[in-house]
């Protein structure tokens, strides 16, 4: 077995572990935690699947800036309260898990007979697997998506502002002109 | 000797479907929203397999914009969770049953 395969058989347990246990975990930022660990468990499922571009922005973007988001809005609407277990409709908690195994199972059928599980695919890639490569190709065929991406980072930004952006009560007669504006406080 | 594709692709199955029974299962909206981005990361893993397994980087490409489009949905979807939660004093997403305010 070779160290590949023996990183994978470590990561591949934790990866699902925690998954699930984010699923169980009723504290949000317990649950936001676990989540986080998922993210670089991927990440190193990246790096064995030669992409260390990907790794590192997995890193950097999901585990890095937007779990910092998640838990950033979880502490600021205190929200960090256990969830209730009351279940409004019967049955759906049971339906849920078992709809969701005959989703894998299909899947897994889907991938056995599509790919096969001793598929290993080529030694090397076509166009090398460095980052050299990877940005070859973004930045000669996919050059137009890419800024496509730029607007919409823009629009996001400015979505967040205008959606979150709370209108300012009308200012007292003469206070408040210096005062820091105040920081929205956790009920 | 290299790991076979299918074992992350397997994986990346499980996660996706952790992912479909927590959106299903939880009522907090963040967690629910959490689940959503477990999904993404399962759907993620499978298009950088397939990468590997067909030594093609358009893969990897698209799993970068897969990354951008999720950190703008993360943004957005926060702030409505974080504009909905100074209106009603609530993530639960039984609360908001209604299309307004």
Known sequence: ?187 | MRTPVAYFLVVSAALFTIGTVGVLVRRNALVMFMSVELQLNGVNLALVAFSRLHGDLTGQVLTFFSLVVAAAEVVVGLAIIVSVFRRRRTANVDDLAELRW
């Open chain 1, 1 to 187: 077995m070779s160290a590949e395969q023996i990183a994978f058989w470590v990561f591949a347990p934790i990866s699902v572990g925690s998954a699930i246990g984010m699923l169980l975990q009723r504290n949000a930022v317990h649950a936001a935690l676990l989540l986080v660990v998922n993210l670089v468990t991927v990440a190193v499922f990246y790096l064995m699947l030669d992409a260390p571009f990907l790794f590192a922005v997995q890193i950097i973007v999901y585990a890095g800036a937007i779990m910092v988001l998640f838990l950033f809005v979880i502490m600021l609407l205190g929200v960090d309260r256990e969830e209730a277990l009351l279940e409004p409709l019967r049955w759906q908690r049971t339906g849920a898990v078992v709809l969701g195994l005959a989703v894998l199972a299909e899947l897994v059928t889907a991938i056995h007979a599509g790919v096969g599980f001793a598929a290993r695919g080529p030694a090397v890639f076509a166009e090398g697997a460095s980052t050299r490569a990877l940005a070859r190709t973004l930045f000669r065929s996919y050059l137009l998506p890419f800024e496509a991406t730029s607007v919409l980072l823009i629009v996001a930004a400015v979505a967040a502002m205008v959606l979150a952006h709370r209108k300012a009560p009308a200012p007292p007669a003469e206070a408040a002109t210096t005062e820091p504006e105040e920081l929205e406080v956790a009920p």
